[in-house]
């Protein structure tokens, strides 16, 4: 891939606008900007480094010393956080009064002591879902990054220790070079296998990325060692152009033995889930100072980018097939999850040609399933505003992924609060957790 990088010697200070509150950012390290493929409507840099509108760093742009970020802040060397407030070293913001995150709904779970009560009356001291392994990917992977949020809440390495317990258990319980779940189909073997690496770089990420949790670095490296290969297992997976869609490269099934039509390629959250993994390898290695190895941030730029070409304008809102250029139906907001996992992050790193306008549209999308066929106050079942909750699976995803669309829309916010609180307070299962801890980390701005 290729890109500008900011010069060694200037510091980057991002203004983000995080659920009604300013954000700024400050960094000295140094960032790569992907290559975009699609140059949309908010606007591209200029050769002089000027970023309009949230639109993409093109070939040519470079961000100077002196590059301005219109819209939202600037690129300057001295920065300083906005509304009076303070950015700690574990990303928390404060608007100098301690206030929450602009959010005027109060959750019923309002409180780390409140998030724990419920985990020890179900839980106890017990680390959950260490007993069956095909439990990693579908409820191992939502525990693992309910308690990597609440330790980035709260600072509280209790979390991290539950964490690491839970991700030592699934090594020790890998079932060979390509992962887990080996004794099912290679698909099915890729997906879960990809859930769980998605989990475990949460944790490396945020250890990375966090000063207060950098004595957990050692363990992290060793999982990072370990995930890797495990990864590149799924490489001869990858294809790059494959002549579908405009698609610039998405994985596609083992099964066919090569590319046989658009049926060859994955569901798009199966793909993003990996691809996701892969960005988080790729951050972290440029936060340990290390230069990644290229086909992380490509694949993880293509398959964001490979989103852009499948999507639907419906209205003001974007929907889109469960199977991206492949069709299979509306996607459902339970899947979807994943698609925005992939989507919010690869937007805050500047790849897939993402633009805030996509964001936008996308908080539409949110709208319409919190005011679709099930009701007010309900989650439809499908990104459209179609259909019913088919269960409270369904529900509980707007708590995590979905929840970040609040930095586009500070009312979505409020709007995911009151499902919980509806529809959620006797839920007590891994995902449940994950977004009550995600909506605690949300009210008190704190930012992953």
């Known amino acids: ?61 470079e961000l100077t010393d002196g590059g301005e970020l ?23 913001l404060t608007d100098g009064g301690g206030s929450s995150c602009r959010n005027s709904v109060t959750p019923a779970v309002a409180t780390q002591a409140a998030w724990d009560a419920k985990y020890s009356a179900t839980y106890g001291t017990s680390v959950p879902g260490l007993t069956d392994s095909s439990t990693f990917a579908w409820h191992g992977h939502y525990w693992v990054r309910a308690f990597v949020s609440m330790a980035k809440t709260f600072g509280d390495t209790k979390y991290l220790d539950r964490a690491v317990t839970s991700i030592d258990y699934w090594f020790a319980h890998a079932e060979g070079e390509a992962g887990w779940s080996i004794a099912t189909d290679p698909a099915q073997q890729m997906l879960e296998t990809g859930m769980i690496a998605h989990a475990i770089m949460y944790f490396v990420y945020e250890v990375w990325v966090d000063q207060r949790f950098a004595s957990y670095r050692p363990k992290a490296d060793q999982f990072l060692e370990k995930i890797e290969p495990i990864l ?10 494959p002549p579908v869609c405009g698609c610039p490269g998405f994985y596609i099934y083992a099964t066919c033995g090569g590319l046989c039509s658009t049926a060859s390629l ?24 290390h230069t990644p190895a290229p086909g992380y941030l490509h694949k993880a730029d293509a398959a964001a980018a490979y989103f852009l070409r499948f999507v639907r ?127 605690l980390r949300w009210i008190n701005c704190v930012q992953l």
Not at 266 to 289: F, P, S
């Open 70 to 92: 219109t819209d939202g802040g600037e690129l300057t060397d001295g920065g300083e956080l906005t509304d009076g407030g303070e950015l700690t070293d574990g990303g928390e």
């Open 266 to 289: 994955l569901m798009y959250n199966q793909g993003a889930t990996v691809a996701k993994a892969l960005l988080l390898i790729d951050r972290v290695e440029r936060l340990k100072g």
């Open 313 to 439: 304008l419906d209205g003001e809102a974007y929907n889109w097939d469960y199977g991206g250029c492949r069709g299979a139906g509306m996607e459902d907001v339970n899947h979807a999850h994943l698609d925005l996992s992939l989507l919010i992050w690869a937007r805050r790193f500047g790849l897939g040609g993402l633009a805030t306008t996509d964001m936008t549209r996308l908080t539409k999308t949110m709208l319409k399933v919190l005011n679709g066929e099930a009701g007010p106050d309900d989650v439809s079942g499908h990104v459209d505003g179609s259909g019913r909750p088919a269960n409270n699976w369904d529900r509980a995803s707007l708590g995590y992924d979905w929840i970040d669309l609040a930095e586009y829309d500070p009312t979505l916010l409020d709007s995911t609060i009151r499902v919980y609180n509806t529809h959620l307070t006797a839920e007590t299962g891994s995902r449940f957790f994950l977004g009550w801890a995600e909506i």
């Open 1 to 61: 891939m290729g890109g500008r990088r900011v010069g060694a010697g200037c510091s980057l200070m991002l203004v983000l606008v995080f659920a009604g509150c300013s954000v700024t950012v400050e960094s000295d390290r140094t960032v790569d900007v992907g290559t975009t493929t699609d140059v949309r409507d908010s606007g591209a840099t200029t050769d002089g480094g000027e970023l309009t509108d949230g639109g993409e760093l093109a070939d040519g742009g």
């Open 232 to 241: 590149h297992a799924y490489d001869y997976q990858w294809v790059d152009n």
